[in-house]
């Protein structure tokens, strides 16, 4: 099963070093979205506040400077 890793990128980078064994792409596409979520639905970081744009890059490594699989952007314009 492959390892998936999703770095997010929201003005600074935070690298998944861990990453997650997943089945498939398909899955990797479903698990970066329920991530956006967890993100965007934080009381706590408040995802907005300092960067109006953030983006998860899913690769299957965890060096940053690896060429994403697919990456998944999320922003608020007003």
């Known amino acids: 099963m ?10 600074g ?5 861990l990453g997650v064994n997943l089945p498939d792409i398909d899955a990797a596409r479903s698990a970066a979205i329920e991530l956006s979520c967890e993100i965007l ?8 506040q300092d960067h109006p744009s953030w983006r998860i ?11 994403p699989l ?4 999320f922003s608020v314009t007003q």
């Open 70 to 73: 697919f990456t998944l952007h």
């Open 2 to 11: 492959p390892r998936y890793f999703f770095h997010v990128h929201d003005g």
């Open 57 to 67: 890059e899913v690769s299957n490594s965890p060096e940053l400077s690896s060429l």
């Open 41 to 48: 639905s934080s009381e706590l970081i408040g995802p907005f």
């Open 13 to 17: 980078s935070v690298p998944d070093d």
